[in-house]
């Protein structure tokens, strides 16, 4: 793909579809492993610059946890599975049965490699539904984990794509608990392909690249 | 008295100010925030550089502010046009930081903040500029302040930590 902005309505449905699958599938999971009902939201495919982007999802200067993942195979890119510190405090606590766990304490190791974990299995379920759909072969990287701001993070994200262009196409599915569904959104998955993979994951679909 | 505007640049832009206005820059992770000011004239231009050379890019048109070996010389040329004189230039640089440390993201995008400073440094050298200061590298993001005024460059970090260089 050329050009991010040369994008139809149907490559766009194509990409919500994707978002959705994949964060449905993960939202699965979690809600396993939390042993509590998760809702997703409608994905919002996004198509900016990443001044824009940054802006769209929060501004660059909110705190964030965000565990990465780089995406090799046929269609590499990059995920993101990002939280605010306190959700992410939340769910430690729950996955290790600490309730005064805090990331405030220092690197707190059993912590951070627990929220890495968490990520690692949200980010495989949305990966493997993805591949399925697709029939590409996706692997998942060692996730990274980082408390910092969200500009930060996510520009690291931009980097291949920046080398083609200016402009981001951003698959951001939001998740939260049910029970609180008007309570601040609790996590986000932001999928990031490379430039490349579009034309991949298009044909993959049986639809042209362009 | 005139009121104060702080300007704000986004990832891969840039922009010039004259006191008493300042402007800044969010989130600052492996890019790099290079200011380059005339402290005599109160003027200051930065840049959000994002990646070390223009030769990364994969065709069609360079947005300068974007790669360090562009946006250095775009932004003289910004800091003089607003009434910057050449030989009293000055820089500041913050940013190029490591914000994930595994190998898993490829082993050419890993050092991207280092390179993205060196190549700032080796830009800067060109064009005869001293670094006045920098806070660079580090495992941090950083959102940057600079006061044409004053010459002060404030950095915060995510833990809230300021520091003025």
Do not use: W
Not at chain 1, 96 to 109: L, N, R, V
Not at chain 1, 122 to 142: C, I, K
Not at chain 2, 7 to 22: D, F, H, L, S, T
């Amino acid at each position: 793909m050329e050009d991010v902005r040369s994008l139809t309505g149907t490559h766009i449905d194509i990409l919500r579809e994707i978002g959705n699958i994949g964060a449905g599938n993960a939202a699965t999971a979690l809600s396993l492993l939390l042993n509590k009902k998760i809702e997703m939201s409608v994905p919002r495919v996004q198509i900016a610059t990443f001044a824009e982007m940054m802006e769209l999802i929060g501004g660059p200067e909110q705190v964030v946890a965000c565990v990465y993942l780089r995406i090799e195979g046929d269609a590499p890119g990059n995920m993101f599975f990002v939280l605010p510190p306190e959700q992410a405090e939340r769910f430690v606590r729950r996955m290790i049965g600490d309730d005064s766990f805090s990331f405030q304490d220092g690197a707190d190791e059993l912590g951070c490699s627990a929220l890495q974990e968490l990520g690692n299995i949200l980010a495989g379920s949305y990966l493997s539904a993805l591949a399925d759909f697709t029939q590409l072969a996706l692997h998942p990287s060692v996730p990274a984990l980082a408390i910092d701001m969200l500009g930060a993070v996510l520009s690291f994200g931009l980097l291949e794509l920046s080398r083609a262009g200016d402009y981001a196409i951003l698959i951001d599915t939001a998740i939260y608990d049910e029970r609180r569904p008007n309570e601040s959104i609790d996590g986000h998955f932001f999928l990031l392909p490379d430039p490349e993979s579009f034309s991949t994951i298009f044909r993959a679909l049986g639809v042209s690249g362009r | 008295m005139s009121i104060v505007q702080a300007v704000k640049i986004g990832i891969a832009e840039m922009e010039v100010v004259k006191a008493p206005n300042v402007i800044r820059t969010c989130g600052l992770g492996s890019c790099v925030g290079v200011v380059i000011y005339d402290i005599g004239k109160a003027v200051a231009g930065m840049a959000h550089v994002m990646l070390p050379h223009s030769s990364m890019a994969r065709g069609g048109d360079i947005n300068v502010a974007k790669y360090a070996d562009t946006a250095v010389e775009a932004l003289i040329r910004l800091v003089v046009a607003a009434g910057g004189r050449k030989g009293m230039l000055r820089a500041k640089l913050a940013g190029g930081a490591q914000m994930f440390s595994f190998s898993a993201a490829g082993g050419d995008m890993m050092r991207i903040g280092a390179r993205n400073v060196e190549e700032v440094k080796k830009q800067l050298e060109r064009f005869h500029i001293p670094v006045v200061a920098e806070d660079v590298g580090g495992h941090n993001g950083r959102t940057i302040e600079f006061h044409p005024q004053t010459g002060v460059l404030s950095i915060r970090t995510a833990s809230q930590e300021l520091k003025e260089i």
